[in-house]
């Protein structure tokens, strides 16, 4: 811990030389990251700046993978100092730290389930993950063969669907989100069909370039980072869905609804069961050389890790979070605020 201070030091030194404005005014944590984790990052920096006795963290929403980009970019007084992610780490992302002196202590906070919602204005979706798959696919099997996707209306794919134009908003490619949709909902409905099935097992690099290749002819629109903005264009748009995780949806069902998939309604109970099929894990990763430089870092991880804030009847449960198992929790808390390393 000495050594890694003594480094951050001499990177502040110099930035603080150079008469950079931002290197004065770190005295507040700043986080990063995913738009996911943001509204229960932003409760906890709130809430940490009304009672841990620091300033109140500043938080960006910048998506997983520009906020691991910049988190990793270095040590020192201009990069953040934690990191959001709605999707583990990458093997490359943890690669590109350790070259840069970057030491990263990984914290599992909970888990989300990632919903495809639209407006209450309209009748809710019931959706396979084929179905899903078949709309939102760049191409798509039909009649034993690989086309171009031609479905343009959702009842194009079942008479028994919506007769409206597929138009569903979601993440860009920087998104943790937009990866863990790929990877659970588009994977899970490629491997429906047969053929798919078979060229996994013949080029899983094949595979994955249908499974994970978005439409990219209007039906799929990229809508930012910012999920705020998308729950905003569904209310206007009352034939078209929006991807997102299900905190938003938890928190807009005044305004929205959740599509069913195969068969499962996205509720709390249902991610948190595992009933639901398209959830994942959400992560908060801590650069451990900024630690005991920028005043407040294992105040903030104590207090996200404590049963307050994270645990079933905590304020982030409020939000949506759907919480750890108590032995996970009690196994996430001790190795973050033990400031374990992690390794891959």
Not at 16 to 26: D, K, N
Not at 267 to 273: G, H, M, R, V
Request: hydrophobic share 40%; net charge negative; aromatic share 8%.
């Amino acid at each position: 811990m000495f050594k890694h201070t003594l480094a951050f030091a001499a990177v502040a030194a110099l930035a603080l030389s150079a008469g950079s404005a931002l290197a004065q005014s770190r005295d507040q944590i700043r986080i990063v990251g995913s738009s996911t984790v943001f509204p229960f990052a932003t409760a906890v920096a709130e809430n940490f700046g009304k009672t841990g006795g620091f300033k109140t963290p500043v938080v960006e929403s910048t998506g997983s993978g520009g906020g691991l980009k910049l988190f990793c970019a270095g040590v020192g007084l201009e990069s953040p100092d934690i990191t959001n992610a709605s999707r583990r780490i990458k093997a490359s992302e943890f690669k590109k730290c350790g070259e840069n002196g970057i030491t990263i202590t990984e914290v599992k906070v909970g888990f989300d389930g990632i919903v495809m919602a639209n407006s209450k204005a309209a009748p809710q979706f019931d959706l396979s993950l084929k179905q899903v798959f078949q709309a939102l696919a760049a191409e798509v099997p039909v009649n034993g063969k690989l086309v171009k996707n031609p479905y343009r209306k959702w009842s194009d794919i079942d008479p028994a669907l919506p007769d409206v134009k597929i138009e569903v908003m979601g993440p860009p490619p920087t998104s943790g989100t937009r990866d863990a949709f790929v990877e659970i909902a588009m994977e899970k409905g490629a491997k429906s069909f047969d053929m798919l099935t078979q060229l996994r097992k013949q080029d899983k690099k094949a595979f994955k370039a249908v499974a994970h290749t978005i439409r990219e002819d209007g039906a799929f629109v990229e809508a930012g980072e910012n999920d705020n903005l998308i729950v905003q264009k569904l209310e206007a748009n009352p034939d078209s869905l929006g991807i997102f995780g299900f905190s938003f949806l938890d928190q807009n069902m005044d305004q929205l609804r959740g599509s069913i998939i195969n068969g499962v309604t996205p509720t709390f109970e249902a991610i948190s069961d595992g009933g639901y099929p398209v959830s994942r894990s959400l992560y908060f990763y801590v650069k451990q050389e900024h630690v005991g430089v920028v005043p407040g870092i294992q105040e903030y991880i104590a207090e996200f890790t404590g049963e307050a804030a994270w645990g079933p009847e905590g304020y982030l449960a409020d939000r949506g979070l759907i919480p750890l198992s108590d032995d996970e929790r009690e196994r996430f808390a001790t190795e973050a605020r033990g400031l374990k390393a992690l390794a891959m």
